[in-house]
């Protein structure tokens, strides 16, 4: 391991113990005094018009007429002290919304704003066809009315508990947990709620997520670019559509990273940290992720690039799980991170 890799672990991890030696209720309220914005919004980005025949089947509405698909829902809030920090953009994963940045499922403080708290604009995105940013029923109205074959109707799906419970590494198999797990499980109920279908099957490709991304970061003229699971190969994507407004990508246990033996032309300029959990090597969906993902950084490197992969169990941290953002020591993750935006990515100019 470099001198480098070693000296960002150790800041890293200086930074969580420093938060870890607050008082509980200094980690878990809402902050010290009321939350002071320069401004607060929401705006789309991207979309296109289609027009279909197949948009209804009940009497009281049209079936032929245009829609507009592939936007982008964009939720944003910026601090009254932001002075020179990159805003930040986050990007929720599988069968989520922006919800997963908010207000945790026990009550605590969510990333979105802790980081408005630190000084950042943070921008909050629901994926195309995905939560508020609305798709289209045409394909499946289209099977109903008899217009389309069967084999046409588009995949959507859910996930359901059990699955789940596996997938985010709550323990190894429904209902059993994970010794020390992290996640606030009496609040399980509140996560379940924030679970919505799937669409990401049925979408173009790329998926439109990924184009509107980088319009926003050149909207933003800069932006970190924070992913999670399903969404974590897309920062990585954008950057291969253009690096521009692009300052840094945090991908957080990503459902893919780029293959190492690709081009790696367009990651060299960009810093990259690659964020993983607890009892990773447990599982056989995430292992062969985490293996890919060094194998990536361990080629940026050797070309030049300025990456690198932290393993919160190498870093002594335990008991995390997929959804570290909402687990009981977040805002200590959350410390970290911004420690690493300060040393890798800096401020504007």
Known sequence: ??????????????????????PASAQNKAGPGPLVLQSQGSFFVGGRDVKSDTLSTLPAYAPSGTITVDQM?????????AGKHYPLTLIHGCCLTGKTWETTPDGRMGWDEFFVRRGYPVY????SWRGRSAGSVAAINAVKMGKA?????????????????TIFRFGPEYPKVYDGMRYPLRAQAEFWKQMVPDWSNAVPTPNPTVPALSELAQKLQGTVLISHSQSGIYPFQTVALSTKGVA???????????????????YKTVPIMVL???NVDLSP?????????RAFVAALNAAGGKAEVLVLPEMGIHG????????????QIAAMLDTWIARHVGHRP
């Open 1 to 22: 391991m470099s001198k480098i890799s070693l000296l960002s672990r150790a800041v890293a991890l200086l930074s969580v113990l420093c938060v870890m030696g607050l």
């Open 73 to 81: 829902y964009v939720h944003y809030e910026v601090p009254a002290n």
């Open 124 to 127: 909050v995105i629901d994926q």
């Open 149 to 165: 074959p069967v084999d046409q109707l588009p995949t959507v799906f859910s996930a359901g508990h059990e699955g789940a419970w």
């Open 248 to 266: 840094g990508i945090i991908s957080i246990e990503p459902g893919a990273c780029p293959n190492a033996a690709g081009d790696l032309t367009p």
């Open 276 to 278: 993983w959990g607890d």
């Open 285 to 293: 969906r995430w292992s062969p992720r985490l293996k890919g993902c």
């Open 320 to 331: 995390n799980s997929h959804m570290l953002m909402q687990d009981n020591n977040s805002l």
